[in-house]
Each structure stands twice: as C-alpha cells, then as structure tokens.
C-alpha cells in the first residue's frame, strides 16, 4: 500500500497538477495530457483527498489556485529543481565524448544551419546522440523546467519567462527584423517606417508565436495599427512562398533573408526604428558544465569562429538548391 507521501509525490500525480495549475482548464489540460477529461478530475480529487483540502476553486466558469494549491505547486517546483540539479551534477560527471543531448528549437527559426553543424558534430563526436526537437515557445520552457531537453535554440529576450534565476543563456547572433515587399516605389528606401508598411496585406507568424509578438509589440509602441495578415504560417520558407506568390507583406530575420534572395519583384528593408533581438541558447544553470554538454558548445563557437553564421546559412542554402 502506497504511503501517503508516494501518493502525493508520484510522477504522475504532480504531472497532472502541474499542467492544470498550467492552463487552468480541465479539458485543455485532459488533451494535452493525452487522458479524459473524468480521470484529469479523478485524479485531481485524489490528490485533494490526500493533502486534506482543495487545490482550486472556481469564480464562474474560471479556474484558481487556493491558498493549498499556491503551496502544493511552489513545493513541486521545489521538488523539480531539486530533482534537475541532483540530474545535473550526476551528468557532470560523466563522459565528454558519450551520451545524448536533446535540443530543442524554436519552430519558427531556419534549422538548416545547425542541421549542418550536427552532421558534421557526429563525424567527430560518433558516440554522442543528439536529439532535435522542433516546439514552441511554450513546449521548449516545459522541457527545460522538467530537465527533458539540455539545450533551446530560441529568440531573446523572451517576457513568457517570469523566473530567469535557474537559466543562462549564450548569444549566437543578434538579428534584425527586415520589411519584406513588392511595392516598388519603396523600392529605393533602405529603411521604411512602420506606418509605410500598410500599403498591403500581409502574411505573419501564428499568434503566440515570437515574432509576431515582436512585431506587434512593435507597432503597438510607435501607436501603428497592427498589420492585416491573410495568411499564418510556422517556418520562414513557408512565409516567403507565399509572400512571393500572393505578393503581399512580411517580416523576416535578416540572416535568413540575406541567405535567400527574392525574386526580382521582392525588395527589403529596415524598420525605423529598428527590430532587434538575438538568436541564442538557453540553458539551465551549470548545464554547460557536463561534459558533452560544454565539448558540443565549444564546437558550435568554433564552427562559426571558422565561418559567420550568416555565411554557413547562405552556404548550406545555396548547396541544397
């Protein structure tokens, strides 16, 4: 028979808490659980019966956090970090050149450059499995909290984190936002104001995605109106397509647009004032320290020390078309 301390602190239980406490919705929390939504709130009523007193309570159709909810979920972000750091110093002291590593990206960045550096990473490091997630912002903070993935490769900085403490960050590049049209009396302007680049529809990032939050956030602090996008797509390549095609509107990161030249109807520019934020990685605190962790680290500065990431983008591009 379980103890109550394994019925309250068993995996499973504190998953689904977490994730509840998360979205504050039991049907959202039941699908992204994978389970019914009848056995999300059985298991919720068990744990509940356990601690001896409701974790939420509803104002409405909203869900919140009680007071016993607030202290169950700071002791099982306790328990995690706990947990992670025990993970963490127990991997540093293993092997530089055996292992794996989970990376999770960012799904609206170009991957093709570190496609190219894992391919040539495994001709010399043959022992060590890398793993490449492509996730959104909020799957990539979920796996770095639970310890399953090692590495992020996203966009800084990033609001969607209110606790910074357990995490460190390395710089890749800084990126500028570029203005991507067809309309050829700008066609001369090598920097458009944001009020200028309503002269057509446009096609964006999904919302909740980082950069339309960026361009959004943008327009809203130079008092713009908002672009009108027709059309919502999740990569780079997909929004050029279509931009091309549809000839309207865009926004893309510099490097990528550099690396992949428009059609002779297509023309870029920099927004004034200008869009910046940085390509980086994103780590928990001393997971540079494990050994393969800091060996892959240290190759990827030395792979772009040889070549600008801007350069390996146009290179690996141009030798794949």
Do not use: C
Request: aromatic share 10%; charged share 25%; hydrophobic share 35%.
């Amino acid at each position: 028979m379980k103890s109550k301390q394994e019925a309250i602190f068993s995996s499973k239980t504190l998953t689904y808490f977490l994730q509840l406490a998360d979205t504050m919705n039991y049907t959202q929390a039941a699908q992204i659980l994978g389970i019914t939504q009848p056995a999300l709130t059985q298991q919720i009523k068990k744990l509940e019966h356990t601690v001896g007193a409701p974790l939420f309570y509803s104002v409405g159709k909203k869900l919140r956090l009680s007071d016993a909810g607030y202290t169950m979920l700071k002791a099982t972000h306790n328990i995690n970090e706990v947990l992670n750091q025990a993970t963490d110093e127990i991997q540093q002291s293993t092997s530089a050149t055996q292992g794996e590593i989970n990376i999770g990206m960012l799904a609206s960045i170009e991957s093709r450059v570190f496609e190219d550096f894992i391919t040539k990473y495994y001709k010399q490091q043959p022992e060590i499995k890398i793993t490449l997630h492509t996730l959104t912002r909020k799957e990539i903070w979920e796996r770095l909290e639970n310890n399953r993935i090692d590495l992020a490769i996203m966009y800084l900085p990033d609001d969607s984190i209110k606790n910074w403490k357990p995490y460190e960050s390395r710089k890749i590049l800084n990126e500028d936002l570029l203005f991507i049209h067809h309309d050829q009396k700008l066609s001369k302007q090598r920097k458009i104001k944001l009020k200028d680049t309503l002269n057509a529809n446009w096609v964006t990032y999904p919302e909740g995605y980082y950069l339309d939050g960026v361009l959004r956030e943008a327009y809203k602090n130079q008092l713009v109106d908002v672009p009108r996008s027709v059309a919502r797509f999740t990569t780079p390549d997909q929004i050029r397509r279509f931009a091309e095609t549809a000839m309207v509107n865009t926004a893309l990161p510099a490097s990528y647009v550099i690396s992949h030249p428009g059609s002779d109807q297509t023309w870029m520019a920099r927004f004034d004032p200008a869009i910046n934020f940085d390509l980086s990685f994103v780590f928990r605190k001393d997971k540079d320290e494990i050994p393969r962790i800091n060996t892959f680290l240290s190759a990827f500065d030395d792979y772009l020390n040889e070549e600008s990431y801007t350069e390996r983008l146009r290179k690996v591009i141009g030798n794949q078309n």
